[in-house]
C-alpha cells in the first residue's frame, strides 16, 4: 500500500480503519464516507441488572410490543403484555385458509384460500437496509426469501395511453431512456448545454448518452438489436434455420409521455423500492408468530385497555375481557405501550398534558388491499411474469405476483388492490364483497380472458374499519413533527410510547422495532436512576 | 338459447324503447350533491348508515348526533380532523365539505335546518398543514 504514491483508495483506508480499531470504528468511519446509510441500528441492546422484581406490562402484542416484552425480561424485568386482538402481531398479519375476519361495521369474511396462500393486509415487503428488523427476523428463527419488487416483464396500464391496453414494463421504460438520450443528445448538437458544459464534457456525455439509451451510432433511437437488446425482439433470438432475431418497433415518444412510465420508474429508485427486498416464506404474519414465541406465556389476549393510571408511584392498566366482558386491573412498576394513537386517543391516559396533547395530534391514514385467489399461476406460465408489480391508473393502483413457490402449480394469490388517496375511502366505503369484485374488475385490465375465469375468492381489509387501529399508519407532518414529537417519544414518568407513529420510519415494521428499541433503553436507564 | 333470448331482448327494446323513454313515473329525485362525498369518503369509517364502530376504539355515530347542532363543529372536525380522523381540507373543496355537512346534518335522523356554505367552511375552517402528505 503507497499512499503517497497514487492516494488510497476507500477501500484501503477502510481495510486499514478496520484493523487497528475494529468494526465500530470502522462502521463509523463507513458512515462519513457515505457507505452503510441505513436506519439507525448499531445491534440490539445490551439491557442488564434490573432491580428484581420490577415489573413492566407492556400494551399491545405488535412487534414494539413483544420485542419490548423479549428485550426487558432478558434484562430481568417481570414482564407481561396485554393485546386486544386473539393473536399476536398486529398490523404484522397473514390472513390464512380458514381465518376469520370482523372488520368494524360486521362484516365478516370466512378466508377460503388454498393451504398455504395468504393476504398480508398490512406490510408486505422488507428492504435490505431495515437491519434491525432482519437482525430479529434471524435472531427469531424467521425463514426471509425474496421479495419481488420490480419486475420488467410485468405489466403498465393508463387510461390515458395506448387505447388503455397494458404495456410491458421493459418496453416502456426502455424507450422512455432511449428517447430522452435522443433529445439531450440533439441538445447537445445544438449547443443548447454550452452553458453549463464544456467541449470535452459534452462530448463524453454525448458517448454516455448512445451507450445509456441504446442509440445507433447517429445518436438515434431506432428499430434495431441495440434496441431491442432493451425492449425486446419482435422475434426472439432462436436456433436453427428462424434462429435470427427480428427487431421490434420502439413506440411513439408522445405514448410513452402519456404512459406515465417515470413514475413507475423513479417508484423503484427509491431507497425503500430498492433490490434487494425480502418477504418471510408463508407470509409476513411469521414474523409475529416468531417473535410471539419468544415471549411465550407473557401475552394476555383478547384484553381491551380502558385506562392507564400512574398514581401512587406505579402503573395500573384497567382492561376489559372482550370475551367474558370481566374488567381487571394489572399493577406494575412501569408501562411500555405500544397502542395506536388513533386508538390510544380514545383511552383515559394519566399523563403529562404535552404527552396528552401528542397522544391526540395525529391522525392516522388509511389504504385497503384486496387479495385474489386463481386456480393456477397463468401470469407465469402464459406470460412468464414471475413476481413483480404491475401497476395502473385505476383506483387499485397496482396488482402484485407472489413472490413465493415460483414455478409451481396450484392455487395462487395475487394482491390484487393497494390503494392511495381517495380510492383508499371510496374502497373502505364498500362491503368486502363489492371491494373483491371491484378490485376484480378492475385488475382484469392486465389479464383478460383469466383473471375473471380463473377467479376462486378473495379476502380484503380496509384499514380505516381495523378494529384494533382505526386506521393505517401515524400521519404526522411538519408541524406536528415540531411540536410534539419529542413529546411523543419522552418518558413520562413510569411511561413510555413506542411503535411505528414513535419513529421517523412511519409505517415500517423497522420503526416500530427502533421505536421500541429506543424506548426500552431509556425506561431502563430511568428504572436503574429511580 | 343464448341466441333466443337476444333476440327477445332486442324485440323487447325495440318496442320499449320509446315508451321507456316518456315513461310517465315520477323523476328520480336529484341525489343531494353530499351523498356522493359521503359515500367516497366518510363510510369508509362512520359507515353506510352512519352508526359508526366500536373495536379497541370507537368511531363515532353521526346518525343522531347531537354534537352536530352547532355547524361549526362539524367544519373544524372535517377541515382540520380530530384524534385518528385525518384533515380534508386540500383532498375535499370548501363545497364538497359545506354538502357532505349539509348531507349529514339532514340524513341518518338529524334535521337541522340551517345550510352551511363554502363561505363559512372558509370562514371557520382549520387550514391544511404543511408537509401533510397523505400517501404513505
Redesign the interface.
Known amino acids: 500500500m503507497n499512499w503517497a504514491e497514487n492516494g488510497p483508495t476507500r477501500r484501503e483506508v477502510l481495510r486499514a480503519i478496520g484493523m487497528m480499531a475494529g468494526t465500530a470504528v470502522l462502521y463509523q468511519a463507513m458512515e462519513v464516507l457515505g457507505h452503510a446509510k441505513e436506519t439507525q441500528f448499531a445491534g440490539p441492546p445490551n439491557l442488564q441488572g434490573a432491580r428484581p422484581g420490577t415489573k413492566v406490562i407492556v400494551l399491545g402484542a405488535g412487534l414494539a410490543g413483544m420485542l419490548a416484552a423479549y428485550e426487558l425480561g432478558k434484562a430481568g424485568y417481570d414482564v407481561q403484555i396485554l393485546e ?1 386482538n386473539n393473536r399476536p402481531g398486529g398490523r404484522n398479519w397473514s390472513l390464512y385458509g380458514g381465518d376469520t375476519y370482523t372488520e ?3 362484516a365478516t369474511q370466512k378466508v377460503g384460500f388454498a393451504p398455504g396462500n395468504y393476504l398480508n393486509p398490512g406490510p408486505w415487503r422488507i428492504p435490505y437496509h431495515h437491519r434491525a428488523l432482519l437482525h430479529y427476523c434471524k435472531k427469531f428463527g424467521v425463514a426471509l426469501e425474496p421479495f419481488i419488487q420490480m419486475n420488467q416483464q410485468a405489466l403498465v396500464h393508463s387510461a390515458k395511453a395506448f387505447g388503455g391496453k397494458p404495456m410491458r414494463y421493459r418496453e416502456l421504460h426502455a424507450d422512455w431512456d432511449g428517447n430522452v438520450a435522443e433529445l439531450l443528445s440533439k441538445a447537445i448538437d445544438n449547443r443548447g448545454l454550452d452553458s453549463v458544459l464544456t467541449k470535452d464534457d459534452a462530448d463524453r456525455l454525448r458517448l454516455a448518452l448512445r451507450e445509456w439509451g441504446a442509440l445507433d451510432q447517429d445518436f438515434k433511437y431506432t428499430k434495431n438489436y441495440r434496441s431491442s437488446r432493451r425492449r425486446g425482439f419482435e422475434r426472439a433470438q432462436g436456433g436453427g434455420v428462424l434462429g435470427e432475431p427480428i427487431p421490434s418497433e420502439p413506440y411513439p415518444f408522445k405514448d410513452i409521455m402519456d404512459s406515465g412510465i417515470w413514475r413507475v420508474v423513479a417508484q423503484h429508485m427509491n431507497l425503500d423500492h430498492q433490490h434487494s427486498m425480502f418477504q418471510p416464506v408463508g407470509g409476513m404474519g411469521m414474523i409475529g408468530r416468531g417473535f410471539a414465541k419468544q415471549v411465550e406465556g407473557k401475552i394476555r389476549f383478547n384484553q ?2 380502558t385506562s392507564i393510571s400512574q398514581q401512587g408511584g406505579k402503573v395500573t392498566v384497567t382492561h376489559t375481557d372482550t370475551g367474558s366482558g370481566v374488567t381487571g386491573t394489572t399493577e406494575a412498576d412501569y408501562c411500555v405501550c405500544t ?1 395506536p ?3 390510544l ?3 383515559d391516559v394519566d399523563c403529562s398534558p404535552g404527552l396528552d396533547a401528542a397522544i ?1 395530534a395525529v ?5 385497503v388491499k384486496v387479495g385474489l385467489e386463481f386456480k393456477r399461476r397463468f401470469w407465469e406460465e402464459e406470460e412468464a411474469i414471475y413476481g413483480g408489480i404491475s401497476f395502473t391508473d385505476r383506483e387499485i393502483s397496482m396488482i402484485s405476483y407472489p413472490s413465493g413457490k415460483l414455478h409451481s402449480d396450484g392455487p395462487a394469490v395475487i394482491l390484487g388492490a393497494y390503494t ?3 380510492a ?6 364498500m362491503p368486502p364483497e363489492e371491494r373483491i369484485a371491484r378490485a376484480l374488475e378492475q385488475g382484469s385490465v392486465f389479464h383478460p380472458g383469466r383473471y375473471k375465469e380463473e377467479f376462486i375468492g378473495g379476502a380484503t381489509v ?1 384499514w ?10 401515524a ?1 404526522w ?4 413533527r415540531k411540536e410534539h414529537y419529542q413529546t411523543l417519544v419522552a418518558v413520562d414518568n413510569r411511561l413510555v410510547l413506542a411503535g411505528e407513529h414513535a419513529s421517523y420510519v ?2 415500517w415494521m423497522e420503526g416500530a422495532i427502533l421505536s421500541s428499541l429506543d424506548a426500552i433503553t431509556r425506561l431502563h436507564k430511568r428504572a436503574l436512576e429511580a | 338459447m343464448r341466441f333466443v333470448l337476444l333476440a327477445v331482448t332486442l324485440t323487447l327494446g325495440l318496442i320499449a324503447g320509446p315508451a321507456l323513454a316518456q315513461k310517465p313515473a315520477k323523476p328520480a329525485p336529484t341525489p343531494h350533491p353530499g351523498a356522493e362525498v359521503y359515500q367516497n369518503i366518510c363510510q369508509a369509517c362512520h359507515m353506510a348508515n352512519a352508526m359508526g364502530g366500536e373495536g379497541a376504539g370507537r368511531i363515532p355515530a353521526l346518525a343522531k348526533n347531537g354534537a352536530l347542532e352547532a355547524a361549526a363543529y362539524p367544519i373544524m372536525v372535517v377541515t382540520g380532523g380530530k384524534g385518528a380522523m385525518p384533515w380534508f381540507r386540500g383532498l375535499l373543496t370548501d363545497q364538497q365539505i359545506a354538502d357532505v355537512i349539509n348531507y349529514v346534518r339532514t340524513n341518518f335522523g338529524n334535521k337541522y335546518k340551517d345550510k352551511v356554505t363554502p363561505a363559512l367552511v372558509a370562514e371557520l375552517g382549520v387550514p391544511a398543514p404543511k408537509g401533510g402528505n397523505r400517501e404513505q
Not at chain 1, 424 to 429: D, V
Not at chain 1, 464 to 473: I, K, Y
Open positions: 386486544y368494524l361495521g360486521g381491551k385497555v397502542i394513537l388513533s386508538v386517543s380514545q383511552i391526540h391522525p392516522y391514514s388509511n389504504s392511495f388517496g381517495p383508499s375511502y371510496k374502497f373502505a366505503g380496509a380505516s374499519r381495523s378494529p384494533f387501529t382505526l386506521g393505517c399508519c400521519q407532518n411538519e408541524d406536528t412511519g409505517c
